[in-house]
């Protein structure tokens, strides 16, 4: 499957809100305001993946297709939190979410961040093993951390350390 990585835009929002509809159940997928505020915080970078654009002798260039992305920030104590990983159905299990990963976590070295986090659902065992195969360990258990009463496992992995031994 062939895609490039890009920075996400404003003008992505309704796109990228409508992939973590699709993504996550209501109580876990973010509201469109909730979404945009995390895109626009202070420190925060969306990367985007998507198909080439189709080129149409009819209709000129056609739109690329979104087939994920991801929201990360960096915080004031030397640490980077990856907010949402989104990969569409029929894209997932391609690399793409590991590419967005791999992406992500060069940005934040690049920022001198030391150490990333991110949260996920207990349940979500599929995002769990993803995780723990990209280095991350689970560092705790939030209960209720969800809106709809779901647990959450927190998962961190340093990346100064892990660059040095690469």
């Given at each position: 499957m062939q895609y490039t990585l890009r920075d996400g835009k404003s003008s992505d929002l309704d796109t990228l809100w409508r992939l973590d509809q699709a993504c996550f159940p209501p109580?876990?997928?973010?509201?469109?305001?909730?979404?945009?505020?995390?895109?626009?915080?202070?420190?925060?970078?969306?990367?985007?993946?998507?198909?080439?654009?189709?080129?149409?002798?009819?209709?000129g260039d056609q739109p690329g297709t979104v087939l994920g992305f991801l929201v990360a920030q960096?915080?004031?104590?030397?640490?980077?939190?990856?907010?949402?990983?989104?990969?569409?159905?029929?894209?997932?299990?391609?690399?793409?979410?590991?590419?967005?990963?791999?992406?992500?976590?060069?940005?934040?070295?690049?920022a001198q961040i030391e150490s990333v986090y991110l949260e996920t659902m207990v349940s979500n065992l599929a995002g769990v093993e993803f995780y723990k195969r990209h280095g991350y360990q689970i560092i705790r258990t939030e209960e209720r951390y969800y809106p709809?009463?779901?647990d959450a496992f927190v998962f961190a992995k340093e990346l100064i350390s892990a660059a040095m031994a690469q």
């Open positions: 109580g876990i997928s973010y509201s469109r305001l909730e979404l945009a505020v995390y895109m626009r915080r202070p420190g925060a970078f969306t990367i985007v993946a998507e198909q080439p654009r189709a080129r149409n002798k009819s209709f960096t915080e004031a104590n030397q640490a980077g939190h990856i907010v949402t990983i989104d990969v569409v159905g029929n894209a997932r299990r391609t690399g793409i979410g590991s590419k967005l990963m791999a992406e992500a976590e060069a940005r934040l070295r690049a709809n009463g779901a």
